[in-house]
């Protein structure tokens, strides 16, 4: 069903995020009704300490690929919204709406982002 809003797959996330580093994602057709990337960063704050130094340039190289507000922005425009998985404090949600700019997340504790929503008094915030 066309219809229905779907995110995109993982080809078409490489896709999008490689063609923007390219900086061909102007030129491209977009199909996705949602953007959806995880934020390696996270991983990363959570267990820096405890992880292999190839892993940490991993992660910190995905981070910058794929968590990049002027791509988000340019997809926004595009009418495509953008989420980020799974930030579960105030702190990930800070940083995800304030500094990197997305349209939503996706968290395991839906009660902390409605007291955060409305404490930031965030305008998209419905009663």
Known sequence: NSRIVRFCSFQEAAGIVLTYWLGLLPFIRL????FEVPMPGVVFRKSGE???WKLKIILYLAERALNNKSMFAHLQRR?????????????????AFK???????MTDYPTHLQKYLKSNKHEFLLE
């Open 31 to 34: 199909t996705p009704g949602a």
């Open 50 to 52: 405890n992880l292999d």
């Open 79 to 95: 009418g495509i919204p953008v989420y980020v998985w799974i930030l579960n404090n105030e702190e990930e949600f800070e940083y």
């Open 99 to 105: 500094k990197i700019g997305v349209t939503g997340v």
